[in-house]
């Protein structure tokens, strides 16, 4: 009699191992999952992002907004220093701003008296704007 109940209590604590291990392995696939979806950007997100400077882009565009544009693209590089989500801006061939702010410790400008063009490129995987390119009109 006493050897029964010991091997109950033994096929007792065997299950009750089995179902602690499962537990563990199931929150550690669910983490996994949840650390490795953490890089994607929604939609909403690649959209915020894409509005800062979706919103200079055109043709006939002002010296002033274009100004604006290179500030906004300046303070975006700063904050996001060590990312791959910083953005170039040419001038022609020219870098204005290159895509870690090494060229100037403030942003470049360009003269208000003419209007420009602004034309945003998007990286194909990310989907985020990955380079401006401005043009004087003639």
């Given amino acids: 009699m006493e050897n029964a109940t010991k091997a109950l209590l033994i096929a007792a604590a065997v299950l009750v191992a089995i179902l602690i291990i499962s537990l563990g392995i199931g929150i550690f696939n669910t983490a996994s999952e949840q ?48 990312t791959d989500t910083c953005v170039e801006v040419k001038n022609g061939d020219t870098v204005l701003i290159d895509d870690i702010n090494t060229l100037s410790k403030s942003p470049a400008k360009v003269s208000t008296n003419y209007r420009y063009t602004v034309e945003l490129t998007y990286n194909t995987t990310t989907k985020l704007v990955e380079s401006i390119l401005i043009s004087q009109n003639p």
């Fill in 35 to 82: 650390a490795e979806g953490a890089g994607d950007l929604t939609q909403y997100q690649i959209q915020t992002f894409n509005d800062k400077f979706r919103k200079y882009e055109g043709d006939s565009r002002s010296g002033a907004d274009v100004n604006a544009l290179l500030q906004t693209v300046f303070s975006h590089n700063n904050a996001q220093e060590g």
